[in-house]
């Protein structure tokens, strides 16, 4: 039995289709991160970064329990456990490091740059004027058209990013979610489109965005402690 410490947020919905697509058995374990569950020693004991999701795996790999953080590590935990989603290197090794490649592109491209674009975009408006913000908004939203241009060159004749449906997709798709807030047009970019609706209409991923989405019903702005929590003094105290 997996352990899952998760919220309904992109990173989180990446490992929760992952485990819908294996089938594997979870039980779910709320981090509300705008309460501040995140800083909590007993998640800090599994997630030192103070993000989620992070998870316990009771029957690990090789018998033994086992907590992983970080979700590229998570899928790839998660693929060597089930042999789903990832080429074994044995079998294939040249379809392992494509779909690799491209998890690695989404954690350190994707993941940060549509996260700082939404977050000019949106949360920094609450507390700031444009004046102020336009440098942000223009770079981190430049920069997620950028990452868009490649994304869609890439699914230029293919189904999906690397291969079969992979953990290389379940690990971009939910941040192409709502592409508005990072001042995307989907209708710009037809090869990601295809792809995200091909994604978007399998019936485990239906599932896994629904995981804990009533608990997360959120108001239009953050109040003072959901500010400070998320972007304020929290975020940043020391030890
Ligand atoms: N690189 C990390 C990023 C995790 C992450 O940023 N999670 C966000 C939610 S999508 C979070 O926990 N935010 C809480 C906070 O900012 O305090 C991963 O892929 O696991």
């Not at 080429?87 to 994707?110: E, F």
């Not at 913000?133 to 990452?147: K, P, S, V």
């Amino acid at each position: 039995m997996i352990d899952l410490y998760t919220w309904p947020a992109p990173n989180g919905h990446k490992i929760h289709i992952m485990l819908e697509e294996c089938g594997l058995e979870y039980t779910v374990h709320a981090i509300n991160i705008r309460a501040g569950d995140q800083f909590s020693e007993d998640f800090l004991k599994i997630s030192p970064n103070n993000r989620i999701p992070a998870m316990i795996d009771r029957d690990g790999i090789g018998g033994q329990e086992i907590s992983v953080f970080e979700t590229g590590a998570m899928l790839i935990y998660l693929a060597d456990k089930t042999g789903k989603f990832l080429p074994k290197a044995g079998v294939d090794p040249k379809g392992r490091y494509d779909v690799l490649q491209w998890l690695m592109w989404q954690m350190g491209g994707v993941g940060p740059m549509f996260g700082q674009a939404g977050h000019f975009r949106n949360y920094a408006r609450e507390r700031e004027s444009d004046d102020k913000l336009q440098y942000g908004i223009d770079r981190y939203t430049n920069e997620a058209h950028r990452l868009y241009g490649v994304l869609d060159r890439r699914l230029e004749g293919r189904d999906y990013v690397a291969g079969d449906y992979s953990i290389a997709d379940m690990a971009i798709w939910p941040w192409c979610r709502s592409p508005d807030r990072r001042g995307i047009d989907h209708a710009e970019y037809p090869n990601v489109l295809r792809w995200f609706d091909a994604i978007d209409a399998r019936p485990a991923v239906q599932r896994a965005v629904k995981v804990l989405l009533e608990e997360s019903e959120r108001p239009a702005k953050h109040d003072e402690k959901a500010w400070s929590i998320m972007f304020g003094d929290r975020q940043f105290k020391r030890g």
